[in-house]
């Protein structure tokens, strides 16, 4: 499956650069955007202009949980709004984290913005098994 575009927001700038190469060199999006912290990953979620969606043609927004400054849990509910409307204009957030905590996976259950739940690394199998 191709993405139409994966915003990443993830502290660990090594962690990006892998799973941007991965993206990239699998062509697995027309776009990638990269935030290497919470503040930048707002200012691109804030700026994201709507995608058409279909089955064949999906955006992402991969975000980790544990960073410094808010969670992705915390960001998710200090701006709801501002996923709730990624999510109409195409994109679909999921968790991409190191965490295998039950309770992650079920405080990501209770987040109506949160579609799916990926253990790093990310991996081409990974983003082709993605169905939503």
Same mark, same amino acid.
């Given at each position: 499956m191709k993405f139409k575009q994966i915003i990443l927001i993830d502290d660990d700038v090594a962690v !990006? /650069?892998?799973h941007r190469y991965i993206i990239e060199h699998e062509k697995l $999006? =027309? %776009?990638i955007l990269? $935030? @290497?912290n919470v503040d930048d990953g707002m200012q691109l979620l804030f700026n994201i202009t709507p995608v058409t969606s279909t089955n064949t043609d999906l955006s992402l927004i991969?975000? @980790?949980i544990n960073m410094p400054k808010y969670t992705g849990f =915390?960001?998710?509910q200090k /701006?709801? %709004?501002v996923? =709730?409307?990624a999510e109409q204009n195409g994109f679909h957030t999921l968790i991409l984290t190191t965490s295998d905590n039950p309770e992650d996976l079920a405080t990501a !259950? !209770?987040?109506s913005v949160i579609k799916g739940y990926l253990q790093k690394p990310l991996t081409v199998e990974k983003l082709q098994e993605i169905t939503l």
């Amino acid at each position: 499956m191709k993405f139409k575009q994966i915003i990443l927001i993830d502290d660990d700038v090594a962690v !990006n /650069y892998y799973h941007r190469y991965i993206i990239e060199h699998e062509k697995l $999006a =027309e %776009s990638i955007l990269v $935030a @290497d912290n919470v503040d930048d990953g707002m200012q691109l979620l804030f700026n994201i202009t709507p995608v058409t969606s279909t089955n064949t043609d999906l955006s992402l927004i991969l975000l @980790d949980i544990n960073m410094p400054k808010y969670t992705g849990f =915390e960001l998710i509910q200090k /701006y709801t %709004s501002v996923f =709730e409307r990624a999510e109409q204009n195409g994109f679909h957030t999921l968790i991409l984290t190191t965490s295998d905590n039950p309770e992650d996976l079920a405080t990501a !259950n !209770n987040f109506s913005v949160i579609k799916g739940y990926l253990q790093k690394p990310l991996t081409v199998e990974k983003l082709q098994e993605i169905t939503l």
